[in-house]
């Protein structure tokens, strides 16, 4: 009994270890991943196929192969070209500005530009006003050492910026100075001397002189300043500058260069940045020319991966410079969203509306929360593809000093603002400025002054007579033509061109500040105009195709053809195919294909943006028992708006639901009829047509 016990207890036992046993192997062999001696987290291990937007990528146990290799790495140089565009806007933006300036002459820190008559739209300067005096000038620290610059009084704000936008000193009245002028000195930045300024500068003899002194950390700096018209005109502010600005190396105090001022005023040159692969060229000048010390080390090293290194050609092979060119492409479109379609939080000024800042999250360092998210990389290429001049006088709530900008690029409705409609812009009273306040309107192509009949696409209120309202408000016209009795107050736009206008207040107040007070939205007033003769445009085309069975192959369901060209293909035919089992070596299959486009315009306000799409496929087949054929439909009916006209080439842009189209218009179509803004209704069918006739009449083909 005691052995039997045992021995069934023992097989008791033995039963249960072998039972754990094959449990936990077995629950082991779950827990362990195929090729390791243990579980894997999934997270960490790559598939062998990757499915992404720039292709499937293949990998063996996590190596990527030839191909993978090669996509990578050329999306790799896309992105980086790319990002290199859009962190490298502020340096080629002021180097813009100095090749600019020295295609009219002033090619030395001693020759200043001057807008003494104002900036009119002729030179291409981003956001640039016409409502103050501009004087400015390139210092070269490099070629001069440190450097003296004498304001006079009453100068308006002032800045002096380092070759990638950033801030060295104000001057004038935000400046140290408080308007009332004086001398300040730039150190380059190699200058090792006992002068140790912080930012913005401090005051100090230097040879028996009071300085303002500022260190820059490049060895070119931008000297930008303003000067206030007196009853409306330049002449005063001109001669302020003429007579008492001051530029020389303070090693030739004793013999200073006399100045030299070029009028800027009428004259059509460049100061803003390309667009294409040239602006690598640009950005490896400013690179090569300035100390390293001037950019950080991610900066330096993400210009330095697409070929862009001080001490080092830019010369990129065949395959490099397409895919820049690619990125710069890319680049530029998407500092153009981030301009006019900004997603930025803290863009907006009031909720609801399309008013907003240039300085987003209020710093001039582009400083995010404190810092505490880091730099704001969207915020500083909002602002620098679209204006110059960083301060902290623009973001700092200096009551009754300084400038105040805001900016929008549509109308109440969200859409954009086009040039062929009359908008309104209420302006309502008691506007906190204590000096002035300004709208000017920007060809949303150059960011620069729009280029009209009108040399100042403006309103001042210190310059221009403005009819007011009874209530104090100012009610302001953008049109192609003034409205009737509206011509004081009319700023001219241009037909299939868009357009965008910024608010300039001059010594804001605090209700500016604290919101009390706001502009109004942009209005369309545009009538509609059910007279015009509204054209309709009809394309057509197609073309047949016929080719001869040669063999039918019935395990396949697949047919080899012979066409007009003697060219034999195969045809594999779907299970949706009726009637297969009727096709016969010698007869003949017919292919026809046709599109057909109909468009038709109706004058429209557009305002509510309609663009809809309704797509509908429809497919007829020939009955039980007869030849395989049929005949597959497909139609699109869709609303859009006229987006832009080119007279000269004949072709109209249409913005739909999912696309813009540009098409050319025939010449019996009456061009000047349709106006941008029209609302489009358009019939696209596409048709495809496979009938097979049988044998008889026709040569078996063997």
Not at 191 to 204: F, H, I, R, S, T
Not at 266 to 278: E, L, Q, V, W
Not at 502 to 513: A, C, D, H, Q
Not at 622 to 647: F, M, N, W, Y
Request: proline share 6%; with cysteine.
């Amino acid at each position: 009994m005691i052995s039997k016990y045992w021995s069934m207890r023992g097989w008791s036992i033995c039963s249960m270890v072998c039972a754990m046993l094959v449990l936990g192997t077995s629950a082991y062999a779950e827990q362990t991943t195929p090729g390791y001696n243990h579980k894997i987290p999934t997270k960490i291990l790559t598939p062998d196929e990757v499915e992404t937007p720039i292709g499937t990528l293949n990998f063996f146990d996590g190596m990527p192969d030839s191909a993978t290799v090669e996509k990578v790495y050329d999306n790799l140089d896309l992105i980086r070209g790319t990002e290199t565009f859009l962190n490298g806007i502020p340096a080629t933006s002021i180097e813009g500005m100095r090749l600019g300036f020295r295609d009219i002459g002033a090619d030395a820190s001693n020759k200043a530009v001057i807008m003494d008559k104002l900036l009119d739209s002729s030179p291409l300067f981003l956001t640039g006003n016409t409502d103050t005096v501009y004087c400015m000038a390139f210092l070269d620290l490099k070629k001069d050492g440190a450097t003296v610059v004498e304001i006079p009084a009453k100068s308006a704000p002032g800045t002096v910026d380092d070759a990638y936008f950033r801030f060295v000193t104000d001057m004038g009245v935000t400046g140290p100075d408080a308007g009332e002028g004086g001398k300040y000195l730039i150190l380059p930045p190699d200058y090792d001397g006992d002068l140790n300024p912080p930012e913005g500068g401090m005051k100090a003899v230097v040879d028996g002189e009071t300085y303002f002194v500022s260190k820059s950390t490049s060895y070119i700096n931008l000297l930008f300043l303003r000067g206030f018209l007196v009853d409306g005109k330049p002449d005063v502010a001109t001669a302020m500058f003429e007579n008492g600005l001051k530029i020389y190396p303070l090693r030739d105090a004793g013999n200073p260069p006399k100045m030299e001022f070029i009028s800027g005023s009428g004259k059509s040159f460049n100061t803003i940045h390309a667009n294409n692969f040239d602006f690598y060229e640009e950005l490896h000048t400013v690179i090569e020319r300035e100390p390293v010390s001037m950019l950080d080390p991610q900066l330096r090293g993400l210009f330095a991966s697409i070929g862009i290194e001080k001490g080092k050609p830019f010369n990129p092979d065949a395959r490099m410079k397409k895919i820049l060119t690619q990125a710069v492409a890319i680049g530029n479109a998407t500092a153009r969203a981030i301009v006019f379609r900004p997603r930025l939080e803290g863009f907006s000024y009031y909720p609801g509306s399309g008013w907003g800042t240039g300085f987003v999250g209020s710093s001039y360092q582009w400083l995010k929360d404190g810092g505490k998210g880091g730099r704001n990389l969207d915020a500083r290429a909002l602002f620098f593809y679209q204006a110059t001049v960083n301060t902290p006088a623009m973001v700092m709530e200096m009551v009754g000093k300084g400038s105040q900008y805001a900016a929008t690029t549509v109308d109440k409705n969200g859409d954009y603002l086009y040039g062929d409609k009359t908008y309104r812009l209420k302006i309502p009273g008691n506007v906190p400025a204590a000096d002035f306040w300004s709208v000017v309107i920007y060809d949303p192509q150059t960011r620069s002054e729009l280029q009209t009949s009108q040399p100042f696409p403006s309103k001042n209120s210190k310059r221009d007579a403005l009819q007011e309202n009874a209530d104090g408000s100012v009610d302001l016209y953008f049109a192609p033509k003034a409205p009737e009795g509206k011509e004081a107050n009319w700023i001219q736009t241009v037909p299939g061109k868009g357009w965008y206008p910024i608010l300039r207040l001059y010594g804001p107040l605090k209700p500016w500040f604290d919101k009390t007070w706001r502009p109004g939205e942009l209005e369309s007033i545009s009538g509609v105009d059910s007279s015009r003769e509204m054209p309709a445009v009809l394309v057509g085309e197609g073309a047949t195709v016929t080719a001869i069975v040669v063999a039918v192959d019935w395990d396949n369901r697949a047919l080899v053809l012979r066409t007009e060209d003697d060219e034999l293909i195969r045809l594999e035919v779907s299970e949706e195919a009726r009637n297969f089992p009727q096709v016969r070596a010698g007869d003949r299959v017919v292919v026809a294909y046709s599109i057909g486009v109909a468009l038709a315009l109706s004058p429209s306000d557009a305002s509510n943006g309609m663009r809809e799409r309704v797509d509908t496929v429809t497919l007829d087949r020939t009955e039980l028992g007869q030849k395989p054929g049929g005949t597959l439909r497909s139609t699109i009916h869709a609303t859009g708006v006229v987006r832009a006209i080119d007279p000269e080439l004949r072709t109209v842009t249409f913005d739909g639901a999912e696309h813009t189209v540009t098409l050319a218009v025939d010449e019996d179509i009456d061009l000047p009829n349709i106006h941008v803004g029209d609302q489009v209704d358009a019939l696209y069918q596409e048709s495809l047509a496979i009938s097979v006739e049988p044998a008889v009449g026709h040569p078996v083909l063997k």
